[in-house]
């Protein structure tokens, strides 16, 4: 049911190709960045008409969804990967090996495999975060913190010793994406067509989770929310919590919002688990929606590949406080040489920056139904970690759930 | 010969008997005319939804390829599914706070229903919860749940509790501390409607149980609720009925948490239709909290109908 779009009849008539492109919540602060970049491609490509759209993240899928049901779907839409990992399992996007040739080298190596599924390419990847851990020099000094964790184990602990000598909350994990946490760890969700997250690593892990939990070196506050974030952010800003694993652009943040924190507030890597992969990274990139026009997808994928070119992606980078996924951009010195006086929003760029090339974005790559799947292993962890269940009963009762819907 | 001059013909009483069905027709057909544009769009914007929407809730559906029929699966899906059973389960606790709802209007429409000074700022504080916006209710009680909120600061001055308590974060108490939200909204649209019975009961009726020496509580158990009973009728049916449909307070203040323990019928279909995209299933949700709150509506006129007026 999918009809033609980007194109219409209108700017047939007038002799040119019309390209809609949709962003994910980049208005109002980027107008400007976007409106430069529109006029000086119309410019140089007088034959193209280009038409920007700004979409509500909270309001995207829907009106893409809508959208590509009633033939009316932009060019190019901008997606996360799991959004564009769950469309093109239903055939809903174009893959673009044949639009992207040779310039796929132009982008780092983990953001082509974030979009690449089953095979094929599905996006011109556009910016990535990752995440640094901030965290309050003032806490760790009362809390008698010398070391600065480097691995998950250590951080748990240091969450306690914060809780026992300071009364604040440790941190804040994304216990509502607990796929990526398993993952973050190397420890898989599925092998072999079967569930496995009851092994003893996995129970481990959670263990470990619960001790923190019940000694009160996790804020509680949205803990297993799918978005910790705001409350995370908000707890930090406060004081009330010692450490803070986010991307760099939450400490401008803490800059404006909470300049005493943000005095104290130094920076450090995020632990990283076994496969060696940066948590945090989130990527977003380019996607052509199936059923483009051929003529339409070749001056989109033009487009698309001057958006995420070196020149754009740096500019938009700094703009946003984001990481690009450009080579050429993320090789820019801005990211690796340290200005005078740097604060902890500098310090953590750089920080960011190193890592470019360990970050992925960590999802649970599922089927249609997935959603009821991922709910019954929140449910399980959930229950384990505060208490209510045994870990080692929750997690066999949500393998089991699991292998009853992946059975063939 | 006049027209009034002609014999009356068998042809004559049977134009007669048409006409006057023709009129009876036009007269039948007059209102429903005044309602068709009432009625088209009802149909457009209601009927056909609801129609499309329970036809949907029997198929599988994702928007991407045409809906294919599969029969009752998604209700066996749903009886399979233990999230849907503690929705369910929580639609009918909420259920409690019906009379505790009643009960608080009806005391607070008697207390504001007095003529002292100032009275009108009473009756407008009460009443402000139900033109503020749910969003902004549920943001303000998530601060004051939190727990370095204000209720728990209160408590912990008053030395009532000696540690914080997770209102919204304790799954054994979190779908009280909402019901408690949801009472503190709707007890002021309630007042208002028993302000409006109490005020139009005839002040004669208490002034001769007056003279006949009835006291206050008399005059209340026997005048008052006897003439305000339709009014009770409708406040129960109207807050069973919203008690049964909760989902803002849920979607604002614990998105179903902790461990599912806040799901509530409507939730439960919201999320499985806007979070996980499975439309056909959260149908078939609505569709069974919709006969839910149907048979529940019906038992409550039947239970609290007046017997005689």
Known sequence: ?408 | MTVAELPATAHDGVDRASTARRRGMRQAARPWLFLTPALALLALFTFWPVLAGTLLAFTEYNFLAPPKWTGLANFEDLAADPVFWISMRNSLLYLLIVPAIQVGAIVLAVLVNNSLPGIRLFRAAFYMPVVTSVSVVGIMWGWMYNEQGLVNAVLQALHVISTPIGWLTDDRIALFSIMIVTLWRGLGWYMVLYLAALQSIPKDLEEAAKLDGATRVQRFWRITVPMIVPTILLCTVLSTLSAMKVLEEVLIMTKGGPVSSTYTGLYYAYDQGIRAFNFPRALAASLVVSVFCIAVATLAFRVLRPRHR
Not at chain 1, 23 to 45: C, D, G, V, W
Not at chain 1, 74 to 91: K, R, S
Request: glycine share 8%; net charge neutral.
């Open chain 1, 1 to 408: 049911m999918i009809g033609v779009v980007g194109g219409c009849d209108d700017t047939r008539r007038s002799g040119k190709v019309h390209v809609e492109f949709w962003t994910m919540s980049l208005k109002p602060k980027f107008i400007a960045y976007f409106e430069a970049r529109i006029a000086q491609y119309q410019a140089a490509h007088p034959h193209v008409e280009l038409e920007w759209v700004d979409v509500p993240w909270d309001a995207l899928q829907t009106k893409l969804t809508a959208a590509i049901v009633a033939g009316s779907a932009p060019a190019l839409v901008q997606l996360n990967v799991p959004w564009a990992y769950d469309y093109a399992l239903y055939g809903a996007l174009r893959p673009i090996d044949d639009l992207m040739g040779d310039d796929r080298n132009r982008y780092t190596a983990g953001a082509i495999a974030d979009v690449t599924f089953n095979g094929r390419l599905y996006g011109f990847p556009h910016y990535s975060s990752v995440n640094v851990m901030a965290y309050n020099r003032a806490l760790f000094q009362q809390a008698g913190v010398t070391r600065i964790p480097a691995t998950r184990d250590e951080q748990l602990a240091v969450a306690k010793a914060i809780k026992a000598r300071t009364g604040q909350y440790g941190f804040s994990p994304a216990l509502g994406k607990i796929a990526g946490v398993f993952l973050e760890e190397g420890l898989p969700l599925v092998q072999n067509g079967r569930a496995v997250f009851n092994s003893p690593a996995h129970v481990a892990l959670i263990a470990k989770l619960r001790d923190a939990y019940q000694a009160g070196g996790l804020l509680k506050d949205k803990l297993f929310s799918e978005d910790n974030y705001p409350a995370s952010i908000d707890a930090y800003k406060s004081g009330r919590m010692a450490m803070l694993e986010a991307p760099p652009s939450a400490l401008t943040r803490v800059r404006d919002d909470a300049p005493d924190i943000y005095a104290v507030t130094d920076v450090a890597p995020v632990p990283i688990g076994a496969p060696g992969v940066v948590a945090g990274g989130w990527l977003f990139h380019f996607a052509m929606p199936k059923g483009t026009r051929d003529d339409v997808a070749e001056e989109a994928a033009r487009f698309a590949k001057f958006l995420t070119d070196d020149e754009n992606e740096l500019t938009f980078a700094k703009l946003a406080g984001a990481f690009p996924t450009a080579r050429g951009a993320a090789a820019d010195p801005y990211f690796g040489q340290l200005p005078r006086n740097a604060g902890a929003y500098e310090k953590a760029m750089a920080l960011g920056a190193s890592r470019l090339d360990k970050v992925r974005t960590l999802y649970a790559a599922g089927g249609p139904g997935f959603e009821r799947l991922n709910k019954r292993l929140q449910d399980a962890v959930e229950a384990a970690v505060i208490g209510r269940r045994d870990i080692r009963e929750a997690l066999d009762d949500a393998v089991a759930f699991w292998n009853s819907k992946l059975a063939p």
